[in-house]
């Protein structure tokens, strides 16, 4: 699948649905900081979690605010925000299991 292909795919999930693949990714994001925080230099670390941080803050934020029923960013605008972090210079080369879980967790989803 290409980002827009897994743009569509969100978005037409439910409101739930897109709660728990979102919770996933956070999953996913742990990993790759775990394995990162033992391979990559301390000065490196700091930035990579401070992007990390604001990531999982937004994707935080927008899960409770959909449980809740209250207002949050519009579907589109998360999931392009989210890539956008993900696919960031001072993202990308620290979270490689995320990437893929990306687009595994919505293929295999899509197949059932």
Known sequence: MDSSELKDWFLQ???EARVAYLQRIMHAITIDFRHASTEIPEQSLVSMA??????????TSYCAAVLQHKAHLPNDRLFDG???DLDSQRLRPFVPWTLGEI??????????
């Open 82 to 84: 989210m890539i956008a």
């Open 13 to 15: 999930q439910t409101d």
């Open 50 to 59: 401070s992007g990390l941080n604001e990531l999982i803050h937004a994707l």
């Open 103 to 112: 687009e595994r967790l919505a293929t295999h989803s899509a197949a059932s």
